[in-house]
């Protein structure tokens, strides 16, 4: 079976590189052709170009975008404005939009059936009353008490949770994930998943495409069908320069009965929970939500469904409380959230750079990428020089080399402001983990990076005055411990390293 799997996998990857291979040499063949040949060719392509670079100019997004645009446009004005075109309209957005605000109007009032907890909360809690305030009345993702929470510092730590509360499931299983691997993780999950599926319990998987496109065979929703489990590919991958492959599901959501949630960097392969070395020891970070806050990620889940599948459903028959109270008792306060590429608004980003913004003695922060856009480095900068003790921790070893060249060529300016950045050491730290100030703190799946804070669909959950804010503090400190400060000169004596760095950076956006 194995073997059937891997070389369907091979015949599959070959030919995408072959199609891909085959579309890139006929549009330079044809473009160099033409420039050469006909100036009304020339002409045409350099005004849609000069078309485009006014239209990103004027756009209200990130002054990084508009940079790495025009300066590619003056690079190759022939055909630089159709290579964005091509590049930006990646996502049907009209087809797509109607259908979360179709989705957003049904459930916004479902998100409340635990109880609207804003006024009294935001009353006795007025130091987070910016955040909440965003996030509940802005964003739509409101604030919850009866949930108890358990940081997961590890992959093993997640892996273990998420099958005891599979185990205890009674009436459904959402699983979202970006990646999913044969091997000793998914093989146990899968297992309990076809018994529960067998027991006639609703089990539904979304996995990105394009995160398991060399890991999972074309018809794998339909080798899961047949055990009872519904299953989508998200967002197909299309081995064609016009389709939709931008905008990727990069959220990790378990959620049982409504009851249970699970979020974090941990996907469901084996290098995750160190059964498999990939580059050394893999660091990670995730959460576990028992009580109304998992709720919130229930709806979550079903949104990427109804947006998958364009299937609507009656959402109130998944409340797990109708007939009984949550017994959960009260731990701090909890905001879960999601961030969606299809709208202008960056959840992920503004959690983030309020914690920033707002933290009076410390933020410590994990990520495996810092490709970050000036009002993130302005942020970090601000907060060192005003005396906030500001500390990020980044993978010594590498996934991707130029994003961690890149990576890197953002610790000379942060570093001269005072942020103090530190590389892990014992392989490859994946966590996504922001602590500030002893009070407040998120977890969830957004990286440092353009194409988590802008391009993929996000999740992660708020917490304040919550127990498992120390556990985050402590795990980072430990992380600290086997991990190396960085020095200012590390990276200012090297001028060629240097200037390919600051190469690097003018095409950050698209890495």
């Given at each position: 079976?194995?073997?059937?799997?891997?070389?369907?996998?091979?015949?599959?990857?070959?030919?995408?590189?072959?199609?891909?291979?085959?579309?890139?040499?006929?549009?330079?063949?044809?473009?160099?052709?033409?420039?050469?040949?006909?100036?009304?060719?020339?002409?045409?392509?350099?005004?849609?170009?000069?078309?485009?670079?006014?239209?990103?100019?004027?756009?209200?997004?990130?002054?990084?975008?508009?940079?790495?645009?025009?300066?590619?446009?003056?690079?190759?004005?022939?055909?630089?404005?159709?290579?964005?075109?091509?590049?930006?309209?990646?996502?049907?957005?009209?087809?797509?939009?109607?259908?979360i605000n179709h989705y957003k109007y049904i459930s916004e009032p479902l998100y409340l059936l635990p109880g609207n907890l804003?006024?009294?909360?935001?009353?006795?809690?007025?130091?987070?009353?910016?955040?909440?305030?965003?996030?509940?009345?802005?964003?739509?993702?409101?604030?919850?008490?009866?949930?108890?929470?358990?940081?997961?510092?590890?992959?093993?730590?997640?892996?273990?949770?998420?099958?005891?509360?599979?185990?205890?499931?009674?009436?459904?299983?959402?699983?979202?994930?970006?990646?999913?691997?044969?091997?000793?993780?998914?093989?146990?999950?899968?297992?309990?998943?076809?018994?529960?599926?067998?027991?006639?319990?609703?089990?539904?998987?979304?996995?990105?495409?394009?995160?398991?496109?060399?890991?999972?065979?074309?018809?794998?929703?339909?080798?899961?069908?047949?055990?009872?489990?519904?299953?989508?590919?998200?967002?197909?991958?299309?081995?064609?320069?016009?389709?939709?492959?931008?905008?990727?599901?990069?959220?990790?959501?378990?959620?049982?009965?409504?009851?249970?949630?699970?979020?974090?960097?941990?996907?469901?392969?084996?290098?995750?929970?160190?059964?498999?070395?990939?580059?050394?020891?893999?660091?990670?970070?995730?959460?576990?939500?028992?009580?109304?806050?998992?709720?919130?990620?229930?709806?979550?889940?079903?949104?990427?469904?109804?947006?998958?599948?364009?299937?609507?459903?009656?959402?109130?028959?998944?409340?797990?409380?109708?007939?009984?109270?949550?017994?959960v008792q009260n731990d701090g306060l909890v905001q879960p959230y999601s961030d969606s590429p299809l709208d202008d608004e960056?959840?992920?980003?503004?959690?983030?750079?309020?914690?920033?913004?707002?933290?009076?003695?410390?933020?410590?922060?994990?990520?495996?990428?810092?490709?970050?856009?000036?009002?993130?480095?302005?942020?970090?900068?601000?907060?060192?020089?005003?005396?906030?003790?500001?500390?990020?921790?980044?993978?010594?070893?590498?996934?991707?080399?130029?994003?961690?060249?890149?990576?890197?060529?953002?610790?000379?300016?942060?570093?001269?402001?005072?942020?103090?950045?530190?590389?892990?050491?014992?392989?490859?730290?994946?966590?996504?983990?922001?602590?500030?100030?002893?009070?407040?703190?998120?977890?969830?799946?957004?990286?440092?990076?353009?194409?988590?804070?802008?391009?993929?669909?996000?999740?992660?959950?708020?917490?304040?005055?919550?127990?498992?804010?120390?556990?985050?503090?402590?795990?980072?400190?430990?992380?600290?411990?086997?991990?190396?400060?960085?020095?200012?000169?590390?990276?200012?004596?090297?001028?060629?390293?240097?200037?390919?760095?600051?190469?690097?950076?003018?095409?950050?956006?698209?890495?």
């Amino acid at each position: 079976m194995y073997k059937k799997w891997f070389g369907f996998l091979l015949r599959r990857r070959i030919v995408v590189a072959f199609l891909l291979l085959i579309q890139i040499a006929v549009m330079v063949v044809l473009l160099l052709y033409r420039s050469e040949n006909s100036w009304i060719f020339n002409g045409l392509m350099t005004a849609i170009s000069v078309i485009v670079a006014v239209r990103i100019i004027a756009n209200r997004t990130k002054g990084a975008y508009k940079l790495t645009w025009v300066f590619q446009i003056l690079l190759f004005p022939i055909f630089g404005g159709l290579f964005y075109l091509l590049f930006q309209f990646q996502m049907s957005k009209m087809k797509y939009n109607k259908r979360i605000n179709h989705y957003k109007y049904i459930s916004e009032p479902l998100y409340l059936l635990p109880g609207n907890l804003y006024l009294s909360e935001t009353h006795l809690q007025r130091k987070y009353l910016p955040q909440m305030n965003y996030l509940q009345k802005f964003a739509g993702f409101p604030v919850y008490t009866h949930t108890r929470t358990q940081y997961l510092s590890s992959g093993e730590e997640k892996f273990k949770a998420m099958l005891l509360e599979l185990e205890k499931a009674e009436h459904y299983i959402f699983l979202e994930y970006f990646i999913i691997e044969s091997g000793i993780m998914w093989d146990s999950i899968l297992k309990i998943l076809k018994a529960k599926a067998a027991q006639g319990i609703d089990v539904r998987l979304i996995y990105d495409d394009v995160g398991c496109l060399f890991l999972l065979p074309k018809d794998y929703p339909t080798q899961l069908e047949a055990y009872g489990i519904k299953c989508i590919a998200f967002n197909r991958f299309n081995p064609l320069f016009s389709a939709k492959q931008n905008n990727r599901d990069h959220r990790k959501i378990c959620v049982v009965d409504g009851k249970v949630a699970i979020t974090g960097g941990v996907n469901l392969a084996d290098e995750y929970i160190n059964h498999i070395e990939k580059y050394g020891h893999w660091k990670d970070a995730a959460i576990l939500l028992e009580g109304h806050g998992a709720w919130s990620f229930t709806l979550i889940f079903l949104e990427m469904w109804y947006l998958a599948s364009n299937t609507e459903e009656n959402y109130t028959a998944f409340y797990p409380w109708k007939a009984e109270k949550c017994q959960v008792q009260n731990d701090g306060l909890v905001q879960p959230y999601s961030d969606s590429p299809l709208d202008d608004e960056n959840v992920g980003e503004h959690v983030y750079l309020q914690i920033i913004n707002n933290a009076k003695d410390y933020v410590y922060i994990n990520t495996p990428y810092l490709i970050i856009d000036d009002s993130m480095v302005s942020a970090l900068c601000l907060a060192a020089k005003s005396g906030v003790d500001v500390r990020i921790v980044t993978p010594n070893k590498y996934d991707k080399r130029i994003v961690h060249v890149t990576t890197r060529s953002y610790y000379r300016e942060l570093i001269k402001a005072g942020v103090k950045i530190y590389e892990y050491t014992n392989g490859f730290n994946h966590g996504k983990t922001f602590v500030s100030d002893h009070c407040v703190a998120t977890v969830g799946t957004t990286n440092l990076d353009f194409r988590s804070l802008y391009l993929h669909f996000e999740c992660g959950v708020l917490l304040f005055d919550n127990s498992a804010i120390h556990d985050i503090y402590e795990d980072f400190i430990k992380t600290l411990e086997i991990s190396r400060l960085v020095k200012e000169d590390d990276y200012t004596g090297n001028i060629l390293l240097n200037l390919a760095q600051d190469f690097l950076r003018v095409f950050a956006p698209l890495m």
